[in-house]
């Protein structure tokens, strides 16, 4: 089989490779996927340059999350497993970036035959760090606000499309006039560009309305901004760090607002909470990419071998969509155009 395997810590097309490697063996509670489509994830890179959470050793299988179909079972796998479409874990304890994949048992949710395996590729890391970020640490009611960093992001889309399912309005920070747009499609009830008047701004989007909650991907003096607008007791996440600055906190409104900071990441949650929490959220997920409530942009799909053009695409800063990995599937193939279609009707 073919899989992208890491070689040393580095720029993703110098130190990644396309080869040919033997089925490993299955163990009694593994099972071997037939892979059709697997996302390319900001977090890949970071593992890619040795600076995420998860040091490999080399030679390393690559790539966080995807979908495909369970083609062998090990001797203690429940039997209804072969054939069905299942979600794997984002853990990296496997490289999605492969024809083929063996994962155990615990690192796969089924998923539903009905949903496009494109879309439902994308919800491992996304989509659970949204409703996890939503759920977790603010009760919101239909009705509040929530402001969020770099809203014109994969992530942004899935906060907004998950909070306009609950009734809870966003405000949207970006910082391109292109950007704004694209946040608009998607339903941000207010967008405003990152700036010198960045405060004003906030105020004025508000009107007299506070946050709830303040979900920041950017790190720097942005979520500050947004926190100074925070009801008392509110709470500000940050789920990651692109610019590599830690969030800038106003002391005054920290404190006397008793307002929380919270870090977050979606592996700890699944390696901590009960397999039954896990198996239902991405199983709702994956409902509502059935019903079509759940979707991201895609601007482009790569074959395997097709890696470097891939990696270079995902890395440009001006992207309109995800990139992903697609396999030798008919039923895959058959819904690429589909997925372009929607994806450029937003």
Request: hydrophobic share 40%; net charge neutral; proline share 5%.
């Amino acid at each position: 089989m073919r899989q992208l395997q890491l070689i040393a810590h580095g720029e993703p097309s110098d130190v990644i490779e396309l080869n040919t490697v033997s089925e490993p063996a299955l163990g009694q509670e593994d099972v071997l996927i037939s892979m059709e489509a697997a996302p390319v994830n900001p977090s890949d890179f970071l593992f890619v340059r040795g600076i995420y959470g998860i040091r490999p050793a080399f030679p390393s299988s690559v790539g966080a999350e995807g979908v495909g179909r369970v083609a062998k079972i090990g001797s203690k796998v429940d039997v209804a497993l072969r054939g069905k479409r299942v979600l794997i874990l984002p853990t990296y304890e496997q490289g999605t970036w492969a024809d083929e994949v063996v994962a155990p048992v615990r690192n796969i949710v089924p998923m539903s035959d009905e949903a496009d395996p494109l879309r439902l590729s994308m919800i491992g890391i996304n989509p659970a760090t949204a409703y996890l970020l939503l759920n977790r640490y603010v009760s919101l009611m239909p009705g509040d606000w929530i402001g969020q960093t770099a809203a014109n992001a994969a992530m942004g889309q899935y906060i907004i499309a998950l909070a306009k399912l609950a009734g809870v309005k966003t405000l949207n920070v970006v910082r391109r006039e292109e950007a704004a747009e694209h946040v608009r499609q998607w339903g941000g009830d207010r967008v405003i560009l990152q700036g010198d008047n960045l405060q004003k701004d906030i105020v004025e989007a508000l009107d007299g309305k506070k946050l709830s909650l303040v979900l920041d991907t950017v790190g720097g003096t942005s979520v500050g901004e947004l926190a100074k607008s925070l009801k008392p007791g509110g709470s500000i996440v940050v789920y990651s760090l692109q610019s590599g600055q830690f969030p800038a906190m106003p002391p005054k409104e920290f404190i006397y607002c008793g307002l929380s900071l919270h870090g977050f990441w979606l592996i700890n949650w699944i390696r901590n909470a009960p397999r039954t929490e896990i198996a239902e959220i991405y199983q709702k997920l994956g409902d509502l990419v059935v019903d079509g409530s759940l979707s991201a942009a895609v601007e482009h799909v790569y074959p395997l071998d097709q890696f470097k053009e891939a990696f270079k695409q995902s890395l440009k800063s001006h992207r309109t969509g995800k990139i992903l990995f697609t396999f030798s599937s008919s039923s895959t193939e058959s819904r690429i155009d589909g997925l372009f279609a929607t994806s450029r009707n937003g």
